[in-house]
């Protein structure tokens, strides 16, 4: 028996409980929300892709140089960036730099990647063996071939993915120029932006104050003034909010957040445009500009997410040579407690107000998280991010965050991807994890199972739509 | 099928493991525990309940008003803290209430809330549909007849829920009133008072410095002074010992214990009663009072219970509005290595000395809490606090504790309630789940099953007994 | 029916799942890795006991005085160690200490050491009824005889054990004479030092200076000097590295490491020598040897390994009348993503570095280190250690690590003892979870069947001998 042979690379049955009766249950509720569309209110397409339709053109472009989870692995054990050409333009020999995914594709045992891509693999591109050194070629062909037919192109696989609303995440200078491009086409996707503001408001950010000027510029108020900041960042977000963007985006280092009287805020403003703020002065205005943004929030609407915890560009040497998002972000410890308290004094009880609460430390959901978010009105708990949007990760955080706020004090699920061929699998893999969550509640008759049916759609379904005003 | 109409409130295999071996091992040890007596060595009844033994006025003050795991999620999902008229001394429109409850009982689902909710409707008043809008005015009217019959006031309730002993827990300034009357009134149940001395031993306390005064006068004792302090704390101990009373509670921000020099800590007490110690001098004072406590536990015999880590009063607008334990207190991280060394360097190896910690940081269970109760001779750990509470938070604690303290070195379960009709169904979830993990060890030939029988007799009544001398 | 006579100490299908076709993938894995040789890359056996290869003298000695498992929680439990005779150079009693052990084996339910213990009592010396007070002098004497016989040598059951490599742990200034004679006896055995250089790099070791000064005679170098004192280093591990040796071991309070300028280092060298060092200092002196012993390794190859996060000696009376290594060592909350920083910007990206990382603290696997460990290509990560190398710590380990870090940035099992007889145990209880984890991953389709044999066998044997070059 050859077991590449007989590798079929996606079971029906993937993701579920092993013993047979919570997997019936489980089978039953995937039934259900398997076929529901898509909503994806986090994530980091490119809008260019839609406007311009071109050609993904090679399989090494496609998946291997996007994406920092399968470089990184490649990176621990030993692979050069060179050699896999990341950051390259333009991939010189992608067939070359197949082969060595390939031939390391066994890393990927018992991740999330490894999902993903056999899911698209399978259900894209029609393969039936598993991606090894023996089949690299047949699978270099095969989907080189595909993607020259017009049924993968961008939009195309877009609405063959069934996604209802996909959101990008933007910068407050950029254009839109791509969204404009995309509505003025006719084809009806509804593809919007998100106001991620870092840029103009992490002063460690490169170019921060350029970018605050530009701000300026294209809103026609004195960035150099905090008050004409500040109006500034209503016009850029009104901008957003015209083009269909619904919410707004922080990654900051910590979670911290800050309530200074308006003549402090103004002249720490002043001292970290000019470049002269310390570290700790740096953090506070970050502190102080998440309880700005949600003052704003609650004039326009827009939900504000919260990404906190993350070490931006650990590895000195790789962020040098290759430059950010190189798959070096490292988490740390967080305390939401302490940290979101100036804000949550000034705002937590709006019930207009949505900010949603995300985390790369576990042991937060159940001790801060999930108590945080089962009491203020305004605070939801998002999905699990990055490392945790993974099988054990989206199970371990409905057994931690359930018991103290429910379902309903989450948002369903954010694929928050760069891959875009990933967002149907990634999906699939958050919808399979609730139905086996679901279906042990029911099989320990925890929970009655026509009450899982319905959570079971609103997790997949009507909880982002609600939480992301979609 | 109306699913309402065919929903069995409590199904006899609930909690139990889905995998039919193990689920046949948790049925037979069940069997062997379901019926124990409860012991109940720490929670927040109230014994003018059962010195006066009123009936219950109506299902809103019974179960919605005073349980703010109810009040807290309706209140995070933008229901008005006044449209349920919490705070009130006397609820107006009790039926309102209720159906305003009723309408978002679907926020409990996975919650433990809802497992006690429908123990006790299924259990006490037979109820057999779902809590829902459509049954909401069935539930009011059987429950609110049932309540004004005798087989329903507190006396008779706490009889039939099978109660060997229940602690209330207690100002070490009140004047046990309730608890005399009880005794006087000649009926045999044993409700003990617990002493908890935060209001004269936290400096945070509103009215610290009164109460310390009023202590005085109860006990003859010059509270000026750090002596006369001590003294009349010993005294207060004694007096509540001679009541019953076999423990004390402590429930501090942190874990922190400190050993001072006595002139160090006179001088201390002085200044915290002048109210002129900065915020480090009062956590000083109170890691200091750990430590005394123990001193004076060694004495008297008194179990010392340790609740740490909480972050009271979280929400300011809340507790401006509506006051303390209004559902707002949110975990914080917590070292207990550190923050125990002085006072265990002083008594941890007293062998008559008790010590029961507590957590809501379940972070500390592998890493800090089970190695130090797997040594120290006077630790203990008690059960999942508060949040924990639940069948995922019991599971883990057992599985994060178990393999470093073992069994023995865990004190059985506290139902720390203020609800008196969910304290059956706690000690049942409790009892299910820990036959649960028992089930899975002996499924998995970790344990043999006569072990296990005798382990589960030990978690439901015997290490409580020994562990609170009751 | 009587429960003692009727237990097997073994069952066939322990720690497997319960599930029947989990249960039966995991029988098919373990059958194909129950019996691949024994690799020991670190560990605290003696070379000593192999270099003389006298018996063992009785069970007592053999099993409860030098296992800090055993009387830690017997001491918890209110066992004195002076009853156990802990601490004392001969037993005089042994009956008498294994009777007291046998009282209290109901302790280790659920327990690790429950389970190798029945290992070792059962597949060595033929038990078949649990031990207790009834069977305690049955056990002994049947235990005893045994050790008396030539099959129960060292050397006899070292080969019995089909060990296939073993590394114990010593100072770097051991003279490695029993590792000598071992060598010279003709005796075949691979058993090499690894280098534990803590004595000479901790400056809070007791002896420190002493130690250091004796490592300048031993070597012929001038360690009152920075540079005399690193020459030294080098040289001591050749000599280790010419018995065999191919790693090192730090045993830090913290993972913190530091990269200070030369003249910085030396200054800071000669302040810690006086003992002038403040506790800052010599943390940073530690730190900065770590980074020093990083780059040894990248010139002579020996594989790192560090092991944070262990406040030693946490109870002063057990240490100041026991002395060291009592059980008395208690984890801390440790940062490793901050602390190691300082090091990987100097060396992080060196392919021929290999540094093993170890934890206590759990909730780093899936926040720090496993996102550490999937990106740089000099980490890996130890299998869970002390409190951790048990049934739900090794699997809680392989939840948490696999999905970032894959399953190839891990090193295989380490048995890490004391405890000569408890190696085959606790190597058969890591390779049950681990086919037990794979079993869940091929039954719930994550996981192709043979790739999970290829990865068991790898988990087993291949990963530990290319990790540690054996």
């Known amino acids: 028996m050859n077991p590449v042979m007989n590798s079929a690379l996606l079971d029906p049955d993937r993701l579920f409980p092993a013993e047979s009766s919570s997997r019936q249950i489980a089978r039953s509720l995937y039934r259900e929300v398997a076929d529901l569309p898509i909503i994806s209110p986090h994530g980091h397409t490119q809008a260019g892709w839609f406007a311009r339709n071109e050609p993904f053109p090679d399989p090494a472009t496609l998946f291997v140089q996007p994406d920092h989870y399968i470089f990184r692995m490649l990176y621990s054990q030993g692979v050069s960036m ?211 943004m949600a003052r704003m929030s609650v004039e326009d609407g827009l939900v504000m997410q919260i990404h906190p915890g993350s070490v931006r560009n650990h590895n000195k040497f790789v962020y040098e040579r290759y430059g950010r998002d190189m798959g070096a972000d490292i988490p740390r410890a967080v305390n939401y407690v302490d940290a979101l308290r100036p804000l949550l004094d000034r705002f937590g009880n709006e019930r207009d107000l949505t900010i949603v609460l995300f985390m790369l430390d576990e042991s937060t959901i159940s001790r801060e998280l999930a108590p945080l978010a089962g009491h203020y009105p305004c605070l939801r708990l998002g999905p699990p991010w990055w490392f945790h949007d993974s099988p054990e990760g989206m199970m371990r955080f409905r057994e931690l965050a359930t018991e103290t706020a429910g379902f309903y004090n989450t948002v369903g699920f954010n694929d928050d991807t760069r891959a ?51």
């Open 82 to 292: 060179d050699d896999l050409e990341i950051g390259q333009p333009v991939i010189r020999d992608p067939r070359k730099v197949w082969r060595l995914f390939a031939s390391h594709y066994y890393l990927f045992r018992g991740t999330p990647t490894r999902v993903w891509l056999d899911f698209a693999f399978s259900t894209l591109f029609g393969m039936e063996k598993r991606l090894s050194p023996e089949t690299a070629d047949e699978y270099f062909d095969a989907i080189s071939e595909k993607l020259r037919t017009p049924e993968y192109l961008p939009r195309a696989l877009y609405d063959r993915f069934h996604i209802e609303v996909l959101s990008t995440t933007d910068s407050p200078v950029d254009s839109l120029a791509d969204h404009k491009a995309i509505r003025d086409s006719g084809w009806k996707a509804r593809i919007v932006p998100a106001f991620r503001p870092d840029p103009v408001v992490d002063p460690e950010f490169a170019g921060f104050a350029e970018r605050i000027a530009q701000m300026g510029q294209q809103t026609g108020e004195d960035t150099s003034t905090w008050k004409g900041y500040l109006n500034a960042l209503v016009k850029a977000r009104a901008r957003f909010k015209a083009m269909g963007c619904t919410s707004t985006d922080h990654g900051h280092p910590s979670a911290q957040t800050a309530d200074l009287p308006e003549a402090e805020a103004a002249a720490l403003f002043s001292k970290v445009l000019g470049g002269k703020a310390s570290l700790q002065e740096q953090e506070l205005f970050r502190a102080q500009m998440l309880t700005e």
């Open 420 to 470: 875009f061929l990933s967002i149907p699998a990634r999906h699939d893999v958050a919808r399979r994890i609730d139905c086996a969550f679901l279906a042990r509640l029911v099989a320990e008759r925890r929970l009655d199972e026509d009450e899982a049916h319905e959570v079971a759609r609103d997790l997949a379904y009507g909880l982002v739509k609600k939480a992301y005003k979609l």
